[in-house]
């Protein structure tokens, strides 16, 4: 008996570690065959190999997460030609899929609809054909989607109303057609829905206008007709509708107002054709609500069938794992810890009271974790980094120290965290206090040298209108780079709008003035070419990067924080910059930064600290085209301001975020204009 149990427990181990093996390359199964259908040539992804892990951080623009599997593909504006193959669905842990900017043809594989998971899919600016398919209504857990400036034929599906957790929709410049489907009615979290530049037809469905998050509409240039609903007045300039003839409404100055033949087809989405036997029936498109008759027989044995298979597979898969679990806990405990990705890296930090465990019992603190590639980009026995012996006596910090001036990353210290980063307030030995950025390293770039360079140029940037870097520490233990910057006690600039009922500080004039002037300063230096820095593009200005000090001098945050981070980062952070208003528009476009990307974020904080408003409407750049102060000027300055100085920044505001990039102004000749 004894012998039988022996056998019993070999063969089970034995048919797990095949398991193991078959599970553990499924996911490097799917990428290769990706990487064959996306780059055929070999000549953008040599990086991933048959032979690779997927999660050392080797394989380009590829993110795991803490359970070892692939998070996040990142891969926009690589060069890729090829086509999106289905084997994209064998990653099931994919939360975002980065794609845009690249060349990619064919259809869009429906079995893209099995990652549940996926939040972002940015598919846009590529050379994709066919329809959209309507299984990506399944996709339960979307929350942008991006599939604009391609070559997508056929109708819009309804099924996309199920995307309840939507907040960008962008089908722009397609070859889309058919009518918008009333479903899209059902997105109440959709906050952006473009689509432009398609050969829509038919009315705007009433349901749209009811969106309570919805702040852009963008239906131009198609072929719509009928009347525009009311309700859609709130959106003011984010409703675009030029260049459909057969539009009308009441309140929309370019419209002409509605006839009654107008009103004859309110609630019919889109022509009907007729079909050969006089019946309504031809050239119905998907959005049309019908309800489809089958065959009695064929559809419940269907229903019934499939349901049958997969309780009894999902019976004998969880009798199978339950065993293999039993057999193999212990062993599981002692592999090792796979580096969490990026998105859950503050989550997965040590608490106060953790670290001073770990610290009793490793010889050095923190330093549970193994890192792949022995990542250390700054130890003592490597040379060739870039950096001078003054620059690393001068900025280089040792793990000890950083651990002592936040008493462990303790969260009584915790500033705050992103997906990326968290940030601790801290006193050094000197008693100085600065604010410490961790970074971990799955966020950083892969390359050293890469990772070096934008360190290094981290280091040359000095300005009195720029967040001073005291120095850095990467640590190979914990897996993390740290960046210690000067504390700034004053908060930043969003803290200081939306001031009401005496809840909060109000800005005189002057300081208003006076911050604007310095945040111009310190980005015409990141524009500069100067003898120990190159000239660099900061990306994601906003108030909230914009520091306060004790005399309320603006200092400018996060520049060229960028150069350290891999690409999925820093777009996510463009994402944020979007939401809030800052990206410039062109940026869909051209997919990359300029100096006027930053121009164009400058004129949108100007005109926020005109107004003391976070977010700028339609109705304050009237106003400020018109000089009406009481539309843009922030009424908790009670009249106290200069009405020279207003009309003057008024005026660079709007030539600052001007459409067309051409037409903005260079922060060297605003600054002439601002003295």
Known sequence: MGFFISLFSVLVLVTFSGLQAVCGNA?????????????????????WTSDGDPCSGSFEGVACNEHGKVANISLQGKGLSGKVSPAISGLKSLSGLYLHYNSLSGEIPREISNLTQLSDLYLNVNNLSG?????????????????????????????????????VLALQSNRLTGAIPASLGNLRMLVRLD??????FGSIPARLADVPQLEVL?????TLSGSIPTALRRLNGGFQYGDNSGLCGI??????????????????????GTATNGSVAKDIPESVNLQMHCNQTHCSNSSKTLPIAIVVGAITVTVTLTVIGLLTFSWYRRQKQKIGSSSDTSDSRLSTDQAKEVYMKSPSPLISLEYSNGWDPLADDRSGTGFSQEVLQSFRFNLEEIESATQYFSEVNLLGKSNFLATYKGILRDG????????????????????LKGLNILTSLRHENLVGLRGFCCSRGR????????????????????????????LEWSIRVSIIKGIAKGIEYLHSNKVNKPALVHQTISAE????DQRFNPLLSDSGLHKLLVDDIVFSALKASAAMGYLAPEYTTIGRFTEKSDVYAFGVIVFQILAGKRRITHLMRLGAESCKFEDFIDSNLKGKFSEDEAAKLARIALVCTHESPNHRLTMETVIQELS
Request: charged share 20%; glycine share 6%; aromatic share 8%.
């Open 218 to 222: 963008d239906v131009r240039n198609n």
């Open 27 to 47: 996911e490097l199964k799917a990428l290769m065959e990706m990487k064959a259908a996306f780059d055929p040539e070999n000549r953008f992804l040599s990086s």
């Open 195 to 200: 689509l432009g530049f398609n050969r829509l």
């Open 479 to 506: 897996g993390e780079c740290f960046l210690i910057y000067d504390f700034v006690p004053n908060g930043n600039l969003s803290r200081y709008l939306e001031v009401k009922d005496g809840n909060g500080q109000v």
């Open 545 to 548: 990067k914009v520091l306060i």
């Open 131 to 167: 329809t959209i398919p309507a299984e990506i209504g399944n996709m339960s857990s979307l929350q942008v989607l991006q599939l604009c400036y391609n070559q997508l034929t056929g109708s819009i599906p309804r099924q996309l109303g199920n995307l309840k957790r939507l907040s």
């Open 432 to 451: 100085s206090v600065v604010a410490i950025k961790s970074i971990n390293k799955t966020s950083c770039k892969s390359e050293e040298a890469e990772f």
């Open 251 to 272: 309140g929309f100055s370019l419209l002409r107002v509605c006839t009654g033949s107008d009103h004859l087809n309110l609630n019919r989405p889109e022509p009907f």
